[in-house]
């Protein structure tokens, strides 16, 4: 079963989502505040955590990168707060996805099931990729990126924007364009959600993301890969 961990401090709410979870099939587990999740995480090894930013102790914003140091899971976080300011800050510290309180547990659980689908699809079997002299490496099975042979954590959309990217080299993506064909119709995030992620896997992969030599803009249209394959 997909174990699943939610990080709510409102009690009530936790129950929902936990109660929903579980009617589609997930094995849910369940913390109030952020030391304890943050204690928890490496024993349980969740495939998926639901988090929520304002917690008592360690903030929600502290565990995902905290978490994003030693793992890629998917993380989708739950706000308050419906500033695009504050999504986007929430998406560059490595979440795959938010959801605006109040929300329909709806929602979340499709949300839920999308993220584990694309995630899903990046775990099929494949070549691996490799440019600039094997500067950089792109393994589809195996799910990592290597930069200069050592290992690059990606958020599972980072990805699968970055893969979708690399398969079309010099292909002119417009930000909608990659939302179809790295995250799928039923993302349910906004087209600006894309400049997030391409300004995360840029300082990941570039060695100088200022002066990207793989993920460049096309100004106006959108992105381009432009690393040169093996």
Known sequence: MTK????????????????????????VFTSVNGEEAYRLF????????????????L????IC?????????PVLMLTAKNAEEDRINGLALGADDYLVKPFSPRELVMRVKAILRRTARNNLAGPVLSFNSGDLE???EEHTVRKKGQEVRL?????????????????????????????GFDFAGYERTIDTHVKNIRQKIEDDY???LYVTTVYG??????GERL
Request: net charge negative.
């Open 65 to 73: 990168r905290l978490i994003r140091r030693e793992s890629n899971v």
């Open 221 to 226: 249209i959108g992105y381009k890969f432009t």
């Open 155 to 183: 958020t599972p959309n980072e990805f699968s924007i970055l893969l979708t990217l690399a398969k079309n080299t010099n292909r002119t993506f417009s930000r909608t364009q990659l939302i179809d064909s790295a995250l």
């Open 42 to 57: 490496p024993l349980l090894k969740p495939d998926f955590l639901i988090l929520d930013l304002m917690l008592p102790g």
């Open 138 to 140: 792109i393994n589809e």
């Open 4 to 27: 699943i961990l939610v990080v709510d401090d409102e009690v009530n709410l936790l129950e929902v989502i936990k109660d929903y979870l579980q009617k589609e099939g997930y094995d």
């Open 59 to 62: 903030s929600g914003e502290e």
């Open 210 to 212: 200022k002066e990207p």
